[in-house]
């Protein structure tokens, strides 16, 4: 798999198939591109509406989107979704891998279907991350052509778009919290799930006595500044 992006800066030739081949790379980048952009529009009206039903630990507001386009999706392209975790993310590495690991999973069913024709996955995590609860919401489109000689010799086109919203932390139980936290980390390392809740619990009592909207505030201007 690659980025589309990438293919194109590729092509350096300037025979009529180099043209050719970029153009038609250039046509599934922009139909790509219109596929993250209406997701994007999509998670900002489910943030404008106040969240969504389909789970109580919602996020007020995004802080945060990122997307990107690619073809030949194939399984096991884990390195492409690692390096778009290690952008989008900035937890601790347990955490990060636990998270690459859970969305993985959940995209190795539609990027493993090869039949032709459109696919679409929505999906949300809600996880901990730099002493938050963080959720992240994931669409995702796959096109699968019926022949690799279409367009631009690919197989297929894939892109996804994420947004990151913070999630107000005295809504979440500790029932809630340990699984979260297990889920990423791993329920063989204990150690590593007791120094993280410790951690995490400290930094909340210190936040008792501030407004969580002060706090989810002062979230978001420090996202905004990275």
């Not at 039903?53 to 919602?58: K, L």
Request: a negative charge; glycine letters at 6%.
């Amino acid at each position: 798999m690659a980025k589309i992006v990438d293919k194109i800066n590729e092509i350096t030739g300037k025979t009529e198939q180099d043209q050719a081949l970029k153009e038609q790379f250039g046509f599934l980048q922009k139909m790509a591109q219109a596929k993250c952009a209406q997701f994007e529009s999509e998670l900002k009206a489910m943030f404008t509406s106040g969240g969504t039903s389909e789970c109580e630990v919602v996020g007020k507001r995004a802080i945060g989107y990122y997307n990107c386009q690619h073809v030949d999706i194939k399984a096991g392209c884990d390195n492409a979704i690692k390096e778009a975790i290690d952008m989008f993310f900035k937890g601790g590495d347990e955490v990060n891998q636990g998270f690459q690991k859970l969305i993985t999973t959940a995209l190795d069913t539609m990027i493993g279907n090869t039949a032709m024709g459109e696919h679409e996955e929505k999906m949300f995590f809600v996880y901990p991350e730099n002493f938050a609860i963080v959720r992240v919401d994931v669409k995702c489109y796959k096109y699968c052509f019926s022949s690799s000689g279409i367009i631009a010799n690919s197989e297929n086109v894939f892109c996804y778009t994420m947004a990151k919203s913070i999630v107000d932390h005295t809504k979440i139980t500790i029932d809630e919290l340990l699984y979260m936290v297990t889920q990423m980390i791993g329920s063989d390392k204990l150690d590593e799930v007791e120094n993280f809740v410790a951690q995490l619990k400290k930094v909340w009592q210190l936040l008792e006595d501030k407004d969580p909207n002060d706090v989810m505030q002062a979230a978001l201007q420090s996202a905004n500044a990275e």
